[in-house]
């Protein structure tokens, strides 16, 4: 298996890697929170408004907040936790391309039916609302932990698999990002990317199969 974890430092001893994180998730943290900032503005006009961007270029503008702001947090995230990057890169490719898209599918699914469910019984009971919200952070969370390795897969495909992770990932994400103008097309395999991110999130997060 192609080692694909050469862009990652080789630090000697827990505190050496705990320190090369916290100087590097400050030095990426900015720029992640300024990409994140179109996405979080059109986030709150859209709640404050009801409704969905209504222009095209609303739109437009929405879905690259989206795009810029997910791909900042993977950079930041990869930095920040090595260790977990490193192993979603090791495993990723005994996952196969379908099983991860059609293990996301239905837990997208079970999810998107559990939340509807408890937001209906949160109109009388409020407080149930809450676990609806977060079941759908949970699943957030699944499906940004897979994106954090499938983002680089992206990117190896345009600049080889001795890129280093990190440079990989930026790119995996500018071209997934640069996708959402073709639309429906482009949009549509961005929606097929985030599902295979919850597939891989899940099967990541089970046990890691023994060696033989």
Do not use: Q
Request: proline share 7%; aromatic share 8%.
């Amino acid at each position: 298996m192609e080692n694909r974890n050469r862009g990652l430092p080789r630090l000697a001893g827990p505190r050496a890697r705990r320190d090369w994180r916290r100087e590097n998730g400050r030095r990426l943290l900015l720029p992640a929170l300024m990409a994140l900032a179109p996405l979080t503005l059109a986030s709150v006009v859209c709640a404050a408004g009801g409704k969905v961007p209504g222009r095209p270029a609303d739109g437009l503008a929405f879905l690259f907040g989206v795009g810029a702001g997910l791909t900042a947090f993977v950079v930041w995230a990869r930095a920040v936790f090595a260790r977990a990057a490193a192993e979603g890169d090791e495993r990723i490719g005994g996952l196969g391309r379908w099983k991860p898209f059609w293990v996301g599918l239905l837990n997208l699914a079970v999810v998107l039916v559990i939340a509807h469910a408890l937001g209906g019984v949160g109109r009388t009971f409020p407080p149930v609302a809450l676990l609806a919200l977060a079941l759908l952070a949970a699943a957030a969370l699944v499906a940004f932990r897979g994106a954090m390795a499938l983002w680089p897969e992206y990117g190896y495909l345009a600049l080889g698999p001795d890129a280093a992770p990190l440079r990989a990932a930026v790119t995996g994400g500018a071209m997934l990002t640069g996708m959402l103008i073709f639309f429906p097309v482009g949009t549509a395999f961005f929606a097929y990317a985030v599902v295979r991110s919850l597939g891989i999130g899940v099967l990541l997060s089970l046990k890691k199969p023994e060696k033989a």
